[in-house]
């Protein structure tokens, strides 16, 4: 099992460019979530998919959009990369218990992103 | 907004200290889960307590839940060099979406 898988590792984008980040997970999770991390500071939900086909924003979802591809696949793209993106993307994935309670999350290495 | 607050910010004792850190979070919940994150690696679970627990151990791991006190802690006995990271606590809220919330976190230093 390789859990969650993150391409790329690292990235540099010019402002304006656009990128895709990909996510896969081989642990037949209902659930995934993208996060982006900044410095001195803890995660923050950008958008999550609560199960295959289904999409929803986070706490900060501007300037972003996502595609949940199947239920292994879930991919966040930047259409147009500004400097405040720079930061570490986290994928994530987790099942629900049948009480519907968030169990654990298992997470990916993570994307280094740097938009210049 | 963050839901779950770690106290302190930072932490830093000599190897074989106990390490406590606290969560505190605003409203009712699910569970509440701790992760532990090595410097430039993705987070890793560490141990879940649901709402009508009280107390969980997993290992050198001794996790506490006041749910009146809306308050948790991650206790860390014997540390070692090891255990050097930061520490977030994260809640799954009663009748919130399907995600959990995570707190900004505490950076343990353990020193040899």
């Known amino acids: 099992n390789a859990g969650v898988t993150q391409t790329p590792k690292f990235q540099v984008l010019k402002t304006g460019q656009s990128m895709t980040l990909q996510c896969a997970q081989d642990m037949n999770h209902n659930s995934m979530y993208w996060y982006r991390q900044d410095p001195g500071m803890g995660l923050r939900l950008i958008y999550y998919?609560?199960?295959?086909?289904?999409?929803d924003k986070g706490e900060v979802p501007n300037g972003y959009n996502v595609s949940r591809l199947n239920k292994r696949e879930f991919s966040l793209r930047l259409e147009s990369a500004a400097p405040s993106q720079t930061s570490v993307y986290f994928c994530a994935s987790s099942t629900t218990s049948g009480g519907n309670y968030r169990e654990t999350q298992y997470f990916g290495p993570g994307t280094r992103l740097l938009v210049l | 907004s963050q839901q779950g607050e770690e106290d302190p910010q930072a932490l830093s004792i000599q190897e074989g200290e106990n390490a406590t850190m606290n969560c505190s979070y605003k409203t009712s919940i699910n569970n509440l889960q701790w992760y532990r994150q090595n410097s430039g690696r993705g987070l890793v679970h560490l141990i879940l307590?649901?709402?009508?627990?009280r107390e969980k151990h997993s290992g050198r791991l001794r996790v506490t839940l006041d749910t009146s006190k809306k308050s948790s802690s991650l206790l860390i006995t014997a540390s070692r060099a090891a255990d050097t990271a930061s520490y977030f606590c994260a809640t799954d809220s009663l009748g919130g979406a399907q995600k959990l919330v995570f707190g900004q976190g505490t950076r343990l230093t353990i020193n040899p």
């Open positions: 307590i649901r709402s009508n627990e």
């Open positions: 998919s609560a199960s295959e086909g289904t999409t």
